[in-house]
């Protein structure tokens, strides 16, 4: 990509400085003409450069349109893409208007017939052509009365359109217009072609992403298994040596608070680098019931837990490790009312599976703390109120289902975690 946006100055100044060299070449057309194709040369160099920087697709294509109207002299150009069905036209970028209306190939299929065989279709009273006039309740509802379209072609396909509408009169459209509207169209498949050739890059890095994250936690919860093991006997050695060496009443307590405190960080290192007992299962109905009581069983008052699941939904997983996310989040909740509160756990269908809620309004959490939820041992709670394993846990089950954990928060205005379980083979 090279170049940059033209703006309107420097388009200006490239079509006067275009104009004098065919007038000093002695062109023999007269000076509407030259100054005609001039004009469009020069908008043909603009939308050529264009592509450049962070422009979104979007902007490139609206700046397209804007400069393809200046140069054709009218009030409206729009690129419009089919579905997938090819069924139906939606407005992507409009000049002159807002986009997102939609054109139905049932409703007029003259049209669409003629814009899937034609180079361009031009008219000049479009109220009344036959090819057109299908589109009366649009062409009316904007005032258009004459149009120049051009399709769009990626791989031999018609994949959309570029749109020249005139409001307020007729007109003829000249053979370097149609050309110069075509060369549009072309232009708008490359910016299609780049922006999926950038969205298929973009993804693949995702993916990168999340096989590292996923080979990560695998590592780490080998290592925390070895861990949790050596950890385990030293704290019985500890354990037996307060029972047969018997110190002071206040060392005693120090080094029992201590052995419990290594007991809790030993039991949460176990859940981290639990397996599963079992084969992922649909969980719905009575079943899905049940497993999210039982993972809320240890919630009392002062906190109310809410249950809101649509029907008929279905999470796949393997139950004990969907219990065990339910209780994480859901004690975390807790937590974060330190007064007492209502806890929030919807389950609902989402992304071709089912989506996890659990929403509370307590203290909320910072932004810098945010991008490090995930991080083993980080908590952001009072020393020694939690081991920071919980939502590590919940993310290492969740990409071990094949899903997902998102988080949004802010200080004060409580938290929402969502975990997305995709159905098999999704």
């Known amino acids: 990509m090279v170049g940059a946006a033209i703006g309107s100055e420097e388009w200006y100044l490239g079509a006067q400085q275009v104009r004098r060299s065919e007038i000093e070449m002695?062109?023999?057309?007269?000076?509407?003409?030259?100054?005609q194709r001039v004009g469009i040369t020069a908008a043909r160099l603009a939308i050529s450069r264009l592509g450049s920087g962070k422009s979104s697709p979007n902007a490139l294509l609206q700046r397209a349109c804007e400069i393809s109207a200046r140069a054709l002299n009218v009030d409206r150009v729009g690129v419009w893409l089919f579905d997938r069905e090819q069924q139906t036209l939606r407005c992507r970028v409009q000049h002159g208007d807002k986009p997102g209306e939609t054109l139905v190939a049932a409703a007029a299929p003259k049209y669409f017939a003629e814009i899937r065989q034609a180079r361009f279709l031009v008219t000049h009273d479009a109220t009344h052509d036959e090819r057109?006039?299908?589109?009366?309740?649009?062409?009316?509802?904007?005032?258009?009365t004459a149009m120049l379209d051009a399709p769009v072609y990626r791989e031999g396909k018609v994949v959309g359109i570029v749109c020249h509408e005139r409001i307020g009169g007729g007109r003829d459209f000249a053979d370097a217009e149609r050309h110069f509207a075509a060369t549009v169209a072309d232009l708008v498949a490359y910016f299609l072609e780049l922006e999926e050739r950038l969205t298929a890059q973009r993804a693949a890095y995702e993916l990168e992403l999340e096989l590292s994250e996923a080979r990560r936690m695998e590592t780490l919860s080998e290592f925390a298994t070895g861990v949790a093991h050596d950890v385990g006997n030293l704290l019985t050695v500890i354990s037996t040596g307060l029972q047969l060496s018997k110190p002071p009443p206040d060392i005693a307590a120090m080094l029992q608070d201590?052995?419990?405190?290594?007991?809790?960080?030993?039991?949460?290192?176990?859940?981290?680098?639990?397996?599963?007992?079992?084969?992922?299962?649909?969980l719905t109905g009575e079943s899905l019931q049940l497993r999210l009581d039982r993972a809320c069983g240890a919630i009392a008052h002062p906190w109310r837990v809410t249950?809101?699941?649509?029907?008929?939904?279905?999470?796949?997983?393997?139950?004990?490790?969907?219990?065990?996310?339910?209780?994480?989040?859901?004690?975390?909740a807790r937590d974060a009312m330190p007064n007492g509160g209502p806890v929030v756990v919807r389950v609902l269908r989402g992304d071709?599976?089912?989506?996890?809620?659990?929403?509370?309004?307590?203290?909320?959490?910072?932004?810098?703390?945010?991008?490090?939820?995930?991080?083993?041992?980080?908590?952001?709670?009072?020393?020694?109120?939690?081991?920071?394993?919980?939502?590590?846990?919940?993310?290492?089950?969740?990409?071990?289902?094949?899903?997902?954990?998102?988080?949004?928060?802010?200080?004060?205005?409580?938290?929402?975690?969502?975990?997305?379980?995709?159905?098999?083979?999704?």
């Open 258 to 282: 201590a052995v419990a405190r290594g007991s809790d960080l030993l039991q949460a290192l176990v859940k981290f680098t639990r397996k599963g007992h079992g084969a992922p299962e649909l």
């Open 132 to 144: 057109t006039r299908e589109l009366a309740e649009y062409l009316t509802g904007h005032g258009i």
């Open 26 to 35: 002695g062109s023999d057309d007269d000076e509407g003409a030259v100054t």
């Open 307 to 332: 249950f809101d699941v649509a029907d008929g939904v279905e999470v796949y997983a393997e139950p004990i490790q969907f219990e065990q996310v339910v209780a994480n989040l859901v004690g975390n």
């Open 352 to 426: 071709g599976g089912a989506k996890l809620e659990v929403i509370d309004c307590g203290r909320g959490i910072a932004e810098a703390d945010l991008r490090r939820l995930f991080t083993p041992f980080f908590t952001t709670k009072a020393p020694g109120a939690g081991t920071g394993l919980g939502l590590s846990t919940v993310q290492f089950i969740a990409q071990r289902h094949g899903g997902r954990v998102d988080v949004s928060s802010a200080l004060n205005d409580g938290t929402t975690v969502r975990v997305f379980w995709p159905q098999p083979g999704a």
